[in-house]
C-alpha cells in the first residue's frame, strides 16, 4: 500500500514545501482520502486515476479544491467521480459547497458521458468497498461530523484518525485490526494552545501523547499529520519528547508504502 499525503504549498520555485495547510491522502494513486488539495497537487497520470474520493467530514481544508477537481475533469470524465461520506457530510457538502451559490450542485449535472459526480453513503462500523480497498469509518470526536477510517487492501491496511480529539471508537476498530501496518493521527496544535485545541477539539503532542496509551498493540508505523504550520517546529519537538518508538511526522510530497 502506498500512502501520500499531498503537499498544499509550494515555494518560489514551485517546490512543495513541508507546511500542510490542506488534508488529502492520496492511496495506491487511485482513492483519495479528503480532497484539500485534490486539485492543485495531483500529478497529470493519478488526476487520469483517481474517481474515488472519501470525506471524511466537511471542513474547508478537507475539501477546499474537490469543487475545483470536478469542474477540471467535468468534459473529460467517462465515469462519475465517487465521493464517498456518512449521508450528514452528503447533506452539509449539499447544503453549504454545492449549493449553486458556493460552486454548481455537479450531483445534478452531466456532459456527453453521463452524470460527472455521485454520492456514496457510507455506513458506519461496517465494511464498504472503494475501489479495491475494503474500508471501515467510525465516528470521532470533532466539531463537526466527522469519521476516522481503517482502510485495507487485503494485505495491508491503515488508519486516519482524521481531525479528532479524545475518543472511543475509532480505538477499538484500531485495536481489533492486528496487523496494523500504519496510523496515521493528527496533532494539531502545539501545547501550549491546549485550551484552543480543547475547543476545537484537535490534539496537542501532550494529549495525543496520552490517548496512544489506548492502543493495545504497538509495532505499527505512527505518523502525525495535519500539524498546524506556524507551529510546525515545535509540535515537532513536543512530539519527539514523548519518545514514542515508531511515531514521526508525516512529510507531504513524500511516499510512503508498506
Ligand atoms: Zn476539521
Ligand atoms: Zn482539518
Given at each position: 500500500?502506498?500512502?501520500?499525503?499531498?503537499?498544499?504549498?509550494?515555494?518560489?520555485?514551485?517546490?512543495?514545501?513541508?507546511?500542510?495547510?490542506?488534508?488529502?491522502?492520496?492511496?495506491?494513486?487511485?482513492?483519495?482520502?479528503?480532497?484539500?488539495?485534490?486539485?492543485?497537487?495531483?500529478?497529470?497520470?493519478?488526476?487520469?486515476?483517481?474517481?474515488d474520493?472519501?470525506?471524511?467530514?466537511?471542513?474547508?481544508?478537507?475539501?477546499?479544491?474537490?469543487?475545483?477537481?470536478?469542474?477540471?475533469?467535468?468534459?473529460?470524465?467517462?465515469?462519475?467521480?465517487?465521493?464517498?461520506?456518512?449521508?450528514?457530510?452528503?447533506?452539509?457538502?449539499?447544503?453549504?459547497?454545492?449549493?449553486?451559490n458556493?460552486?454548481?450542485?455537479?450531483?445534478?449535472l452531466?456532459?456527453?458521458?453521463?452524470?460527472?459526480?455521485?454520492?456514496?453513503?457510507?455506513?458506519?462500523?461496517r465494511?464498504?468497498?472503494?475501489?479495491?480497498?475494503?474500508?471501515?469509518?467510525?465516528?470521532?470526536?470533532?466539531?463537526?461530523?466527522?469519521?476516522?477510517?481503517?482502510?485495507?487492501?487485503?494485505?495491508?491496511?491503515?488508519?486516519?484518525?482524521?481531525?479528532t480529539?479524545?475518543?472511543?471508537?475509532?480505538?477499538?476498530?484500531?485495536?481489533?485490526?492486528?496487523?496494523?501496518?500504519?496510523?496515521?493521527?493528527?496533532?494539531?496544535?502545539?501545547?501550549?494552545?491546549?485550551?484552543l485545541?480543547?475547543?476545537?477539539?484537535?490534539?496537542?503532542?501532550s494529549s495525543?501523547?496520552?490517548?496512544?496509551?489506548?492502543?493495545?498493540?504497538?509495532?505499527?508505523?505512527?505518523?502525525?499529520?495535519?500539524?498546524?504550520?506556524?507551529?510546525?517546529?515545535?509540535?515537532?519537538?513536543?512530539l519527539?519528547?514523548?519518545?514514542?518508538?515508531?511515531?514521526?511526522?508525516?512529510n507531504?510530497?513524500?511516499?510512503?508504502?508498506?
Open positions: 500500500m502506498r500512502i501520500e499525503l499531498l503537499p498544499s504549498t509550494f515555494d518560489e520555485r514551485g517546490v512543495a514545501t513541508l507546511d500542510q495547510r490542506l488534508t488529502c491522502f492520496l492511496v495506491d494513486d487511485c482513492v483519495a482520502v479528503d480532497a484539500g488539495s485534490i486539485a492543485i497537487a495531483l500529478s497529470d497520470e493519478q488526476r487520469s486515476k483517481v474517481r474520493i472519501i470525506v471524511t467530514h466537511p471542513h474547508m481544508d478537507h475539501i477546499a479544491s474537490l469543487p475545483i477537481f470536478v469542474d477540471d475533469l467535468y468534459p473529460s470524465l467517462q465515469e462519475p467521480l465517487r465521493v464517498y461520506a456518512t449521508q450528514e457530510v452528503v447533506d452539509l457538502l449539499e447544503r453549504d459547497v454545492f449549493n449553486w458556493v460552486y454548481p450542485r455537479f450531483s445534478d452531466k456532459n456527453d458521458y453521463g452524470p460527472v459526480m455521485e454520492y456514496v453513503p457510507i455506513p458506519i462500523g465494511p464498504f468497498t472503494v475501489a479495491h480497498l475494503q474500508v471501515v469509518a467510525v465516528p470521532v470526536n470533532h466539531i463537526v461530523p466527522t469519521v476516522g477510517l481503517v482502510v485495507s487492501d487485503g494485505q495491508k491496511s491503515a488508519a486516519f484518525s482524521s481531525d480529539a479524545e475518543t472511543e471508537e475509532f480505538w477499538k476498530i484500531v485495536n481489533e485490526m492486528k496487523g496494523l501496518d500504519a496510523l496515521l493521527i493528527e496533532a494539531s496544535f502545539p501545547n501550549k494552545m491546549a485550551k485545541a480543547e475547543v476545537s477539539r484537535h490534539f496537542t503532542p495525543l501523547g496520552k490517548e496512544l496509551q489506548k492502543l493495545t498493540h504497538n509495532g505499527m508505523d505512527i505518523l502525525a499529520v495535519h500539524l498546524k504550520p506556524t507551529h510546525r517546529d515545535t509540535i515537532i519537538r513536543q519527539d519528547e514523548l519518545n514514542i518508538p515508531k511515531l514521526s511526522v508525516m507531504p510530497g513524500e511516499i510512503y508504502c508498506w
